[in-house]
């Protein structure tokens, strides 16, 4: 292992560049940024699942509905067809 003090004494005390202190903090500009823009698709992704379920559950209501109606008019209709005449064969029996 080598002691820090030896590597300051032999290759200096470490200082930021200005260009490394413009990369940081380009990266930081574009990282809020970035936070930003995933923020903001996260609550539309949020708002359109929030739609989604209520347009489900209109969906299913109206579902509901629509076979009342189905049942209510199945009661209401009765067979009103001709009984069918007997078959020849069975003329005699």
Avoid at 29 to 38: A, C, Y
Avoid at 58 to 85: G, I, M, N, Y
């Amino acid at each position: 292992m080598i002691d820090t003090a030896e590597i300051i004494r032999v290759f200096g005390v470490l200082q930021a560049t200005p260009e490394a202190t413009q990369n940081v903090q380009e990266a930081t500009i574009d990282k809020r940024l970035l936070d930003s823009e995933l923020q903001t698709y996260l609550e539309t992704r949020g708002e359109i699942i929030e739609t989604l379920k209520e347009q489900l559950s209109e969906a299913k209501e109206r579902e509901v509905w629509l076979r009342q109606q189905l049942e209510r008019a199945q009661a209401v209709l009765t067979d009103q067809r001709a009984p069918s005449p007997r078959p020849w064969w069975r003329f005699w029996g």
